[in-house]
């Protein structure tokens, strides 16, 4: 099973995949994840995409189609996986199709969590306060300020990916803003018809 999750920030997407992570024990892939673990190792990645995540700014297509397909080639993906967070952009969305049209895969569907934006910020914020009372890291991005550069991107950059996957008949939409385990419900039923 191999799907993408698409919704803008703030829209569920992490705690989600999560789910299906434990559900279905196909692995997700989040390139923001795979990206902060490069920027806290230090490694020359890392040192690339910094100023550009802390900014809210998309990281070169060059460096997130590599670590994804690296990623997809270890022994885990074998059975599938969740991509969350990539592809954000059409040309990416073309470089996964030919990535995995090379590896004699195909991705079965993308799952748009449909939102109301204006109530996403709050989420973000809920997020680094949980973050913050919990003593762990708080994203850099996890701020009003950045937040709106995000979702300026995100509508600019990703939100053409619903017309993309919709006209290859892959898209479904949920309703993100049901609480967790109904849109958990929902995306279930979405798999089990595949
Ligand atoms: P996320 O955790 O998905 O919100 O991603 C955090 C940040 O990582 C984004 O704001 C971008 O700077 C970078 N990033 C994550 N995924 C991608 C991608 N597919 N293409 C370009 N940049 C990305």
């Known amino acids: 099973m191999r799907l993408i999750l698409l919704g803008p ?4 997407k992490g705690t989600q995949a999560q789910r299906i ?19 806290a190792a230090r490694t020359e990645v890392g040192l690339k995409a910094k100023a550009l995540m802390d900014a809210g700014e998309l990281v070169p297509d060059a460096v997130v189609n590599a670590i994804v397909s690296e990623r997809i080639d270890q022994a885990d993906c074998d059975n599938g996986f969740i991509l969350d967070g990539y592809p954000r952009t059409l040309v990416q969305a073309d470089s996964v199709e030919a990535m ?3 590896k004699g895969q195909a991705l079965d569907v993308a799952i748009e969590l ?19 009372a919990a003593g762990q890291p708080v ?10 550069d995000r979702l ?17 008949g892959k898209l479904k939409t949920v309703d993100g803003m049901a609480n967790i385990d109904s849109v958990t419900a929902e995306i279930e039923a979405i798999l089990a018809n595949l």
């Open 139 to 148: 994203r850099k991005d996890d701020n009003a300020e950045v937040y709106a």
């Open 152 to 168: 300026r991107a995100y509508y600019k950059s990703t939100a053409p990916l619903t017309g993309y996957y919709h006209a290859k």
């Open 100 to 102: 995995l049209k090379g």
């Open 114 to 132: 449909v939102v109301d934006d204006s109530a996403m910020v709050g989420r973000i914020l809920r997020r680094a306060e949980e973050a913050r």
């Open 9 to 12: 920030p703030g829209a569920g």
């Open 21 to 39: 992570v434990e559900k279905h024990g196909i692995p997700q892939l989040s390139t923001g994840d795979m990206l902060r673990a490069a920027v």
